[in-house]
């Protein structure tokens, strides 16, 4: 069985300063792994995904994302927050041959200026 | 319009009525996905399509819930009985053979239901 755990519920930060939303994840398979950001009132975007090629994923927007097998972990960072980062971000699983994805909870993250 | 199209954009029904959502995927994705999100939570999957052929159901879709997709192209998504607990927001995705692996889903902006 697939599951995330989004370690945050909410994370604050200040504009310029970094970004780090963290993710573990449970998975029968190698699993494929993504980050999703979901803005209020408009639909989800796919920001990075992992699928067993590089460790260091790097996505839109600046982020990017580490695959760490031995501690089942796929953190997001950003080295400097924008405003316009603020946002609901989702870590997701996929098994290999599932067709659905597994979203965590989510993290609200929130950008002071 | 490249995107996934979902109509209505919100639904407010009374509790027993029955609702009927329509989701618009890529034109070129054959494959669909049906999600709710309740608030304050992740989406959670419903329904899957691949063409026309419904391949996998999710346990949270009881039998007031159906799924269409007669022709390999839109979809329809029909509650029966509304309940407040179908309070929620219903997303659709799409994706081809090739996105899943590559792009992940495109997902619309969802229609917002609520029973009163």
């Known amino acids: 069985a697939q599951s995330v755990t989004q370690l945050d519920s909410h994370v604050s930060v200040s504009e310029g300063t970094p970004v780090l939303l963290r993710c573990n994840y449970s998975s029968s398979y190698s699993p494929s792994l993504f980050w999703y950001v979901q803005h209020p009132n408009k639909g989800l975007q796919l920001l990075l995904k992992?699928?067993?090629?590089?460790?260091l994923v790097k996505g839109i927007n600046g982020f990017e994302a580490e695959f760490k097998k031995s501690e089942t972990s796929f953190h997001l960072t950003k080295p400097s927050a924008h405003m316009s980062d603020a946002a609901e971000y989702f870590c997701v699983v996929s098994d290999m041959g599932r067709r659905a994805l597994t979203f965590g909870s989510g993290t609200r993250l929130q950008v002071q200026p | 319009d490249t995107g996934v199209s979902q109509n209505p954009r919100h639904k407010i029904t009374k509790r027993g009525q029955n609702v009927t959502f329509r989701c618009d995927p890529i034109s070129e994705h054959n494959r669909l996905y049906w999600y709710r999100q309740t608030l304050g939570q992740g989406p959670e999957f419903l329904t899957y399509f691949q063409n026309e052929a419904q391949l996998e159901k999710s346990r949270l879709l009881s039998d007031r819930f159906s799924a269409e997709r007669p022709k390999g192209s839109f979809s329809t998504l029909e509650i029966q009985r509304t309940e407040q607990g179908d309070s929620a927001m219903y997303l659709c995705a799409s994706s081809s053979r090739e996105g899943t692996s590559n792009y992940g889903y495109t997902f619309g902006s969802g229609t917002r239901l609520t029973v009163v």
């Open positions: 992992y699928t067993s090629a590089a460790t």
